[in-house]
C-alpha cells in the first residue's frame, strides 16, 4: 500500500483529505499538541478584555487578567461543559455559566456556585474546578500563540526561522499592529489542509484561479504580480512553515513609493518612513523584502501582506470535521498609517478576501470541489501531485534565512506535508 505521504515521490493519497479517523488523529496530534495562534494583543488592551477563537476543534477564550496577564482558557464550564463566553469579545470581570450559574474570575478561578451549601455540603472544592488553562501562551511580536503541550518546545524555537521573515511585518509598521476590531468568517466545505497548503506555497494558482482580478483592473495597487514571476521566490522553512511571492531586492518598496507619490505627498513620506524604519530596526537584507507576499505558519496561522499600501491579511483555517473548515480572518493595519491608506486598506481587505471577495470566492469554491472530487470510493484512492520543483534543489542566498526555490514550485508543499506526516506517526501523547 502506498504511503499517506510518499517524500520520495512527491505523492500524497488522497485519503487525508477525507478520512475522519485520520482527521481525528488530527485533533490529537497536530492541534492538541502545535503552537496555535489565538489573537493579537491589540485586540485586549485592557483589564478584563477579552475574545474568544479556537484551538483545532476546541473553544477557548484569550482573557487579560486583573494583574494584566493573558490567560487562554478552554470556553466550557467545568460542571457540565456549556460555554462559559458566548460572545466574540468584550470586557469582563467573571463570566457567570448561563446554563447553572458557576462563575468564574479573569485568572480562571471558581468564584462562586448557587446553593452551594445546600446543593453540595461540604463535598465541592471550588479550588479544584477552575476553568482548564492552556498551559504554554506566548507572545511574539503582539501575536499570541498557545499550545496545549506543556512540554512543547518554545515558541521561538517552533516558529525558528520563520520569525526573520515574520519580524518584517511586526517591525515595518511605524506605530505597531492593529487588528481592526472585528474579524470576517464563512465556512466552506473542505479539509483545512487544503486552504494551509494554498497559503504555504501555491502561487501557481494565482495566474489562473484569480485571473479574473487581475483582468477587472480594479485595484488600486498591484505592486508585484504574477507577471512578474522570475524575480519573486518561494522559501521552505522548518517545521512546516513556508512562504512565498517573496522579492529580494527592493522591489515591493519601489512598487510602493511609486504608487504612494501618485496618492500624495504624506502617503510617499510614509513609504519612506516605513523602509527607513525597517533599516534602522533589521538588516539590509529585510529591509530590502519590505513586504513579504503570503504563507503559512504551520499548521493553520496563513497570512499575506504584498505591500505597505495593502492589508496584512491574517487567516486561521479553524478544522471543524474531515469535510468542514471554518474560515477566521482578520485585517491588521499599521495603527500610525495615513488615514488615506487605512481606509483604502480597510474597503481592499473587504473586497478580496470577504467570504463574497474577488479572491476568497474563487479559493473557497476550488477547495470545496477538490473535495467532492475527492471524496468517492474511486477518487479517495488516487494521489495528489506535488511534483513541481522535483528536479530543482532549493538554494540558498548569503544573509537570507531559508531553503529558496523559485515562484512556481511545491516544495513548501511537500515540506509542510513531510512535517504532517512526521508529526502524524510519533508517538501519541
Ligand atoms: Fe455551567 Fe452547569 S454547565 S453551571
Ligand atoms: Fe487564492
Redesign the pocket.
Known amino acids: 500500500m502506498n504511503p499517506l505521504v510518499d517524500k520520495a515521490q512527491r505523492l500524497v493519497s488522497r485519503k487525508i483529505f477525507v478520512k475522519p479517523e485520520i482527521y481525528a488523529r488530527e485533533l490529537q496530534q497536530i492541534f492538541a499538541r502545535s503552537w496555535l495562534f489565538i489573537g493579537h494583543e491589540s485586540q485586549i488592551p485592557n483589564s478584563g478584555d477579552y475574545i474568544t477563537n479556537y484551538m483545532g476543534e476546541d473553544p477557548v477564550i484569550m482573557w487579560r487578567d486583573g494583574a494584566g496577564k493573558i490567560r487562554v482558557f478552554l470556553n466550557s464550564?467545568?460542571?457540565?461543559?456549556?460555554k462559559?463566553c458566548r460572545t466574540d469579545a468584550g470586557n469582563a470581570r467573571q463570566f457567570r455559566?448561563?446554563?447553572?450559574?458557576?462563575t468564574y474570575g479573569t485568572d480562571g478561578t471558581l468564584l462562586a456556585v448557587p446553593y452551594q451549601e445546600q446543593a453540595y455540603g461540604k463535598t465541592l472544592d471550588r479550588n479544584d474546578w477552575g476553568l482548564r488553562e492552556v498551559p504554554k501562551v506566548q507572545n511574539y511580536g503582539g501575536f499570541i500563540f498557545a499550545s496545549w503541550d506543556a512540554g512543547a518546545d518554545s515558541l521561538d524555537q517552533y516558529l525558528g526561522d520563520a520569525r526573520w521573515y515574520f519580524d518584517i511585518t511586526i517591525e515595518r509598521s511605524i506605530g505597531g499592529i492593529e487588528f481592526i476590531r472585528g474579524h470576517q468568517r464563512y465556512k466552506a466545505t473542505a479539509n483545512w489542509k487544503l486552504m494551509a497548503e494554498n497559503f504555504c506555497g501555491d502561487a501557481y494558482h494565482l495566474p489562473y484561479s484569480h485571473g479574473s482580478v487581475y483582468k477587472l483592473d480594479i485595484r488600486q495597487i498591484s505592486p508585484v504580480t504574477y507577471t512578474s514571476a522570475p524575480i519573486l521566490h518561494t522559501v521552505s522553512l522548518d517545521n512546516g512553515h513556508g512562504m512565498t511571492s517573496l522579492a529580494f531586492d527592493n522591489e515591493r518598496y519601489e512598487t510602493d513609493l511609486k504608487l504612494a507619490e501618485e496618492m500624495g505627498k504624506e502617503e510617499a513620506d510614509y513609504i519612506r518612513a516605513c523602509r527607513a524604519r525597517l533599516a534602522a530596526r533589521l538588516d539590509d537584507s529585510r529591509a530590502s523584502i519590505f513586504a513579504l507576499g503570503f504563507g503559512n505558519l504551520f499548521p493553520n496561522f496563513a497570512f499575506n501582506n504584498f505591500s505597505a499600501l495593502r492589508p496584512m491579511g491574517f487567516y486561521q483555517a479553524h478544522p471543524r470535521a474531515a469535510h468542514q473548515i471554518e474560515m477566521w480572518q482578520w485585517c491588521g493595519v499599521d495603527r500610525d498609517a495615513p488615514a488615506s491608506i487605512k481606509e483604502m486598506i480597510r474597503v481592499d481587505f473587504a473586497r478580496t478576501q470577504a467570504a463574497s471577495g474577488l479572491a476568497a470566492q474563487d479559493d473557497a469554491e476550488n477547495f470545496e470541489q477538490v473535495t467532492e472530487a475527492t471524496s468517492g470510493a474511486v477518487g479517495q484512492d488516487l494521489q495528489f501531485n506535488y511534483q513541481m520543483g522535483l528536479e530543482q534543489a532549493p538554494t540558498t542566498r548569503p544573509g537570507v534565512a531559508g531553503r529558496i526555490s523559485p515562484y512556481f514550485s511545491e516544495n513548501n508543499q511537500m515540506n509542510f506535508y513531510s512535517h504532517w506526516s512526521d508529526l502524524m506517526e510519533r508517538e501519541a501523547s
Open positions: 464550564c467545568r460542571h457540565r461543559g456549556m462559559v455559566c448561563s446554563f447553572h450559574g458557576w
